[in-house]
T-cell receptor, first 112, second 114 residues
Framework: GEDVEQSLFLSVREGDSSVINCTYTDSSSTYLYWYKQEPGAGLQLLTYIFSNMDMKQDQRLTVLLNKKDKHLSLRIADTQTGDSAIYFCAEIPLSGNTPLVFGKGTRLSVIA | DTGVSQDPRHKITKRGQNVTFRCDPISEHNRLYWYRQTLGQGPEFLTYFQNEAQLEKSRLLSDRFSAERPKGSFSTLEIQRTEQGDSAMYLC????????????FGPGTRLLVL
């Protein structure tokens, strides 16, 4: 089945690292994505990882993928107040007919 | 700006009225997607097009929902006989390619049905 789970809230202090976690159920997923959504706005693509990779780094963002446990994480280094938003994990499952399956999102609050 | 655009950004309507939303994808993108997002949830897939062909529509929420992309460029999403439960953010995304690819989202149309 298609299901993506995320914790709903995360609070960190400015300058600390944030780690947002996600689990998915479709082991055949080829790509996994992280999107950011600010209040009242659409979704902004942050980064993605192909399923044959374990890690991807892009400036302050590090994505870790554990295919065995179907676990994906997004680490934001030196978190800033502008990083406060909702972060969505999403997968493209090969099974089913849904191009992208999203989690419910993790609301990140950055305390100055 | 060459991103995905949506119009209108906000729509308030009375129950029973019909509404239509427009999406203009990134110009070279051949795939266009519609999603619905309710409060506290992630986007939920509705339908998508490759060029002008609607490849998947079984996820449209009811027969009151329909979408078109007549010339393979912009798309419209229509909701007939709106209900209060249709109140949500309607998001459009586009991508280029025929296999797993990256979708870029528009700002969304927020619908409120009174």
């Amino acid at each position: 089945g298609e299901d993506v789970e995320q914790s709903l809230f995360l609070s960190v202090r400015e300058g600390d690292s944030s780690v947002i976690n996600c689990t998915y159920t479709d082991s055949s997923s080829t790509y996994l994505y992280w999107y950011k959504q600010e209040p009242g706005a659409g979704l902004q693509l942050l980064t993605y990882i192909f399923s044959n990779m374990d890690m991807k780094q892009d400036q302050r963002l590090t994505v870790l993928l554990n295919k065995k446990d179907k676990h994906l994480s997004l680490r934001i280094a030196d978190t800033q107040t502008g990083d406060s938003a909702i972060y969505f994990c999403a997968e493209i499952p090969l099974s089913g007919n849904t191009p992208l399956v999203f989690g419910k999102g993790t609301r990140l609050s950055v305390i100055a | 700006d060459t991103g995905v655009s949506q119009d209108p950004r906000h729509k308030i309507t009375k129950r029973g009225q019909n509404v239509t939303f427009r999406c203009d994808p990134i110009s070279e993108h051949n795939r266009l997607y519609w999603y619905r997002q309710t409060l506290g949830q992630g986007p939920e897939f509705l339908t998508y097009f490759q060029n002008e062909a609607q490849l998947e529509k079984s996820r449209l929420l009811s027969d009151r929902f329909s979408a078109e992309r007549p010339k393979g460029s912009f798309s419209t999403l229509e909701i007939q006989r709106t209900e209060q439960g249709d109140s949500a953010m309607y998001l459009c995304a586009s991508s280029f390619g025929t296999s797993a690819e990256t979708q870029y989202f528009g700002p969304g149309t927020r619908l409120l049905v009174l």
